[in-house]
């Protein structure tokens, strides 16, 4: 797995096959935590002006080329990234494979038990030994249940860039073997929301379906015509 760096965020080029084959060899032979962020146009646009969150992104051992502007930016600075790799499609691979067994951390609360008992109804012998909504006061607390749990993988699913930086903040004290963000991807597993059809995936467009599923996110989509911009700008240098 090679990594690029785009506008000072290192973004790594891999398939879904070629991850779980480095998570599930760290789960089984690695030692310490192996931390996978999935890094889209608009958290590398705000990294531009926050030096704290280039390095929290940069403090992961793998970014995930979440968002067709990833790749378009990647084909501009000459080292095209294969695929889109998102963070749901991620999470629910290494589901399917069982790479090991999961915690699931973060959106309201309920969702997190929703996703849960969907996960082990879709993949039959998937371990979900825990789970907690992302509303908690103590982090201490909250590492401990994750630790008591002996989930191999934790998906945490509190929001960018809170996902990124809790995950940092707590690396040396959590136990298991992976932890992956996973934004709001519980949403969508619990029904709580609808993905995109499989059309507006294939074409990697689904942020047009999550603009008229939520219209509010408008001022998060103009980042990527910004975020782009930039790319130009940094490729003339």
Request: proline content about 5%; some cysteine; overall charge positive.
């Amino acid at each position: 797995m090679e990594q690029y760096s785009i506008l000072g965020v290192n973004v790594t080029d891999v398939t879904y096959q070629q991850l779980y084959e480095n998570v599930k060899d760290h789960i089984d032979n690695g030692s310490g935590l192996k931390l996978v962020f999935t890094p889209n146009p608009e958290i590398i646009y705000m990294a531009q002006f926050d030096p704290d969150i280039k390095t929290m992104l940069n403090s992961s051992d793998i970014n995930l080329p979440d968002g067709i502007g990833v790749l378009i930016a990647s084909k501009m600075l000459g080292h095209p990234i294969k695929e889109r790799i998102t963070g749901i499609d991620t999470m629910l691979y290494l589901c399917e494979k069982k790479a090991g067994s999961v915690f699931l951390f973060g959106s309201k609360p309920g969702i997190a038990e929703l996703a849960a008992i969907e996960l082990e109804k879709r993949y039959p012998g998937l371990k979900v030994v825990g789970f907690h909504d992302g509303y908690f006061q103590d982090d201490s607390k909250m590492v401990e249940l994750i630790n008591r749990s002996g989930a191999d993988i934790v998906f945490v699913g509190l929001g960018a860039p809170k996902q990124e930086n809790w995950l940092v903040k707590n690396k040396d004290k959590l136990q298991p073997k992976v932890a992956m963000v996973i934004g709001g991807s519980m949403d969508v597993i619990s029904g709580t929301k609808k993905r995109a059809p499989q059309i507006f995936q294939k074409l990697n467009v689904e942020w047009v379906f999550r603009f008229f599923q939520e219209p509010s996110r408008f001022m998060r989509i103009i980042v990527l015509p910004k975020f782009l911009l930039r790319v130009i700008l940094n490729c003339k240098k």
